[in-house]
């Protein structure tokens, strides 16, 4: 999905680097090496597991990113985020602020506070989830109600699990780990048992409600304005790019990740659900736009 350009996007959302805004931030992983790689940097899991292990403030070594070019928040920066990879993510932030902010409270009756945002460049990270290393990619910390996110992910995305590196693709991703923090104010992750594994588990079932969230925000990202300046944060998506960030959750597929991985298919080890509950529930939230419509945790496992 493209940007208007005519909408206006503050660098200041984000974070970077040794940032953090003093909140206690943190993440990282510290189970295994496959884990690591084939699911917290393709998956954007939440690393919740490792909550109390360090509870520390934020620290990182310092950033490459330049959020510069992204504007002072005072011009408009449409084109920017279309050109910029970091100010792609900041305009993105932003519309999913627009589009929760109305219909959380809308919706599910509880109102919407923002997650921080967390961008890093493949340096490490402390977070209250632990300590991430460079081969962590996008995830969720309950625990500082902060989104962290490797920009080097984005670069590694098509080349390493075969998703297209496309806009909206990308914006899909942001827009799953925002899917986490509507879970944490609906105290959906208190009540989630998240140390099983398995098709059926909480584990899946809580990835896919985090995939038909960040569907619900592509149903509306397009009609939702910007509060700055009442123009749309972002432009109708066409067919291909719905295409792309349909492949990007095929791609994720915890069945995908293991094909790829060259082992067989171990349903009974999946923590985000296969490559075809993970579209078809990304699907359900684009195409209802209703947050009902995303309740996994009453469906049946056999029609997960």
């Not at 693709?169 to 009540?191: C, K, P, S, W």
């Not at 490559?275 to 029609?303: A, I, K, L």
Request: glycine letters at 12%; proline letters at 4%; a negative charge.
């Amino acid at each position: 999905m493209s940007f208007n350009r005519d909408i206006k996007i503050d660098p200041n959302r984000v974070s970077t680097g040794g940032g953090g805004r003093g909140a206690a931030i943190g993440g990282g992983s510290i189970i295994t090496v496959l884990a690591v790689l084939l699911i917290s940097h393709f998956t954007g899991v939440d690393l919740t597991g490792l909550l109390g292990q360090d509870q520390g403030t934020t620290s990182s070594t310092a950033s490459s990113i330049d959020m510069s070019v992204c504007g002072d928040g005072t011009t408009a920066n449409g084109d920017a985020a279309n050109q910029y990879p970091q100010c792609r993510m900041v305009a993105t932030a932003e519309s999913l602020d627009a589009v929760w902010g109305e219909q959380l409270p809308a919706q599910a009756t509880t109102a919407y506070t923002k997650p921080n945002f967390h961008l890093w460049d493949g340096s490490s990270v402390r977070t209250a989830c632990g300590t991430a290393s460079s081969s962590v990619g996008p995830f969720y910390c309950p625990g500082d109600s902060t989104v962290y996110l490797d920009m080097n992910f984005f670069s590694d995305m098509e080349r390493t699990v075969g998703a297209q590196d496309t806009p909206l693709a990308e914006e899909y991703i942001v827009a799953h780990e925002f899917g986490h923090h509507i879970q944490n104010l609906l105290g959906t992750m208190d009540r989630a048992d998240r140390s099983g594994t398995g098709a059926t588990s909480d584990s899946v079932r809580l990835e896919l409600q985090a995939d038909c969230y960040a569907g619900i925000w592509v149903h509306n990202a397009s009609t939702t304005p910007d509060p700055d300046t009442g123009v749309p944060f972002l432009t109708e998506p066409s067919q291909e790019e719905i295409s792309s960030a349909i492949q990007a959750a095929e791609s994720v597929g915890d069945d995908h990740i293991q094909q790829r991985s060259g082992g067989g298919v171990d349903a009974d080890s999946w923590t985000h659900g296969s490559s075809e509950q993970r579209v078809r529930w990304f699907t359900t939230g684009m195409e209802s736009g209703s947050t009902q419509q995303c309740d996994t945790f009453e469906v049946p496992g056999s029609d997960l």
